[in-house]
């Protein structure tokens, strides 16, 4: 099953109109939106030149450790960084920008995929490529689908001493309970082989917001 038979709706051409279409509230356009995410991506592609692959075999390199490379503005309006394997392997870069307290913005680059968010209060709109999947709720950790607004994956934060990573029901992964202590400690304490692409990029959407967004906040 693909990413859009799992959210049933895929923006033609680029995920951006979604999110433009969403910032009714904010005096930002359509064009002023597609071009801040535009110049995000490439921010991000300047200084990730030489990413290592991120995908189900190697899931279990990818750590907490984020390298903050740019904070610009006295209220953490902008910021960007990479975040590393265990072995401090560059993995991910990102670039935030926060229009407001309750809207945002971030990309996430991977040498396989690009993930856009738009934060706002609901939740986060959640587009992998040029297809939207829906909206992710970092309360709960659950990830429902854009149209049905079925849930299609979820972090499993209920349990003390790590978090069960659900996709269609099943687990796929677990992640561990981030420690400070352990500056290269793992993100997953497992994660299946036997992902399909679709599941990979579902899982990695909600993970790779978790590890950056703690460092950002």
């Not at 995000?40 to 030489?50: A, H, N, P, W, Y």
């Not at 490379?69 to 590393?84: E, Y």
């Not at 849930?151 to 981030?178: N, Y």
């Amino acid at each position: 099953m693909g990413i859009l038979a799992l959210s049933a709706l895929v923006v033609a051409g680029t995920g951006f109109i979604l999110f433009s279409r969403s910032f009714t509230s904010l005096r930002v356009n359509q064009k002023k939106v597609q071009q801040d995410l535009t110049l995000m991506e490439k921010e991000v592609r300047t200084f990730l030149t030489d990413p290592v692959s991120l995908h189900k075999d190697d899931l279990e390199v990818l750590s907490y450790n984020v390298k903050a490379l740019n904070r610009k503005s006295r209220k953490g309006k902008r910021r960007s960084g990479i975040v590393t394997s265990i072995f401090e392997e560059p993995l991910v870069g990102y670039s935030f920008l926060r229009y407001n307290a309750k809207n945002a913005l971030m990309v996430a680059v991977t040498k396989e995929r690009v993930f856009y968010y738009w934060l706002q209060e609901k939740g986060v709109t959640v587009v992998i490529d040029d297809q939207v999947v829906g909206t992710y709720h970092p309360k709960s950790g659950i990830l429902t689908a854009q149209r049905s607004g079925k849930e299609i994956a979820q972090l499993d934060k209920t349990i003390s001493d790590r978090i069960p990573v659900l996709v269609q029901g099943e687990e796929r992964a677990s992640m561990k309970r981030f420690k400070a202590s352990d500056l290269l400690q793992r993100t997953f304490d497992y994660a299946s082989s036997h992902l399909t692409k679709e599941q990979e990029a579902l899982l990695l959407t909600m993970v790779l917001f978790e590890v950056i967004q703690r460092e950002i906040s």
